[in-house]
């Protein structure tokens, strides 16, 4: 029996060598690069899934890369308005936001979510500051336009200078996807739309987006139909053919739009697996969907 548990121990160490010695050339090569992070869905709610991207965070900025998260928090947003006898409404698929719902988005938004993960961050050895839109004008927000959903803004303005600033000093930003227009007013943001305008406004070297879902599919109801990379071009076709739909489609166009800003890559990825950033920064295969600008596919 002890044999057996020697060599499970040998096994193991191995694999941690070798999948070390296989990361050293993608550390090498985004070490002083930025990647935006967002962060939602399971990977937010199970909270043994949260300890791993929180660590996983810590990583990428002990090993040099400069991470910057951005997070939403509908589920928690839900359950304070329920709480606060505050009916959640919808309208397509954005939350109709009028003011009492705004203050609750902000405050927990801005007040829980974002000082949660970064008291989490902090904990695992990282030095993160949490920001929303707001602080040194990082976000100038507008209204999204649509009849009847309220402070539903859209990003028409960044101001990077705060995210640099502190990047470049080794400390972790975090980022609610809250933020106001000139008048003060706050307005709730997509937290993909966020991080892909922050992605595109920095350069980002990857904007990565935690997801619930595998990546992009041939088939939605085949996970193991994923397409694991593929270029602007490409992308927009899977949407004109209903390959991508329903609630893919703002993700990939979102990932569209900040590649053709800049950024080198743009990963689709399922938070659902342990240490997922990891596993798709830092392997050869990678594990979601990778979208890349056509200029850089030679």
């Known amino acids: 029996m002890i044999v057996n548990d020697t060599e499970y121990i ?15 050339p993608y550390i090498q090569q985004f070490a002083g690069r930025t990647v935006v992070v967002k962060y939602g869905g399971a990977a937010m709610k199970d ?20 991470p910057i998260l951005v997070h939403g928090g509908g589920p928690e947003i839900n359950s304070w308005l329920d709480k606060l006898g505050i009916e959640a409404q919808f309208k397509n698929g954005l939350r109709v ?12 938004l801005v007040g829980r979510v974002n000082k949660e993960i970064v008291a989490l961050i902090n904990q695992a050895g990282g030095l993160a500051v949490g920001l929303c839109g707001k602080d040194g004008n990082l976000i100038k927000a507008r209204p999204q336009g649509q009849e009847g959903i309220g402070f539903v803004g859209e990003v028409c303005g960044v101001n990077i200078k705060i995210l640099e600033t502190l990047a470049s000093n080794g400390y972790i930003p975090v980022v609610s996807s809250v933020a106001a227009d000139e008048t003060g007013q706050a307005y709730n943001i997509n ?3 966020v991080a892909g305008e922050i992605a595109a406004a920095l350069g980002a070297e990857k904007l990565i987006l935690l997801t619930d879902t595998r990546g992009i599919l041939k088939d ?8 694991p ?11 004109a053919t209903n390959v991508v739909s ?3 489609i703002p993700k990939v ?5 900040s590649l053709a800003q800049g950024v080198r890559a743009a990963h689709i990825i399922d938070g659902r697996i342990p240490h997922a950033l990891l596993l798709e920064i830092f392997t050869d295969i990678g594990i979601g969907t990778m979208l890349i600008g056509s200029q850089f596919t030679s």
């Open 191 to 193: 937290a993909d739309t």
């Open 220 to 227: 939605y109801k085949d996970p193991s139909s994923l397409i």
């Open 47 to 66: 909270s043994t899934l949260k300890d791993k991207v929180i660590r996983d965070v810590v990583f990428l900025s002990c090993v040099g890369l400069r």
């Open 246 to 248: 329903g609630g893919m």
């Open 10 to 24: 040998r096994q193991a160490a191995a694999t941690r060598v070798q999948v070390l010695s296989e990361a050293l």
């Open 253 to 257: 166009n979102c990932c569209v739009r």
């Open 97 to 108: 936001t009028d003011a009492p719902t705004m203050d609750v988005v902000e405050m927990v």
């Open 229 to 239: 990379k593929v270029d602007i071009q490409e992308a927009r076709e899977l949407i």
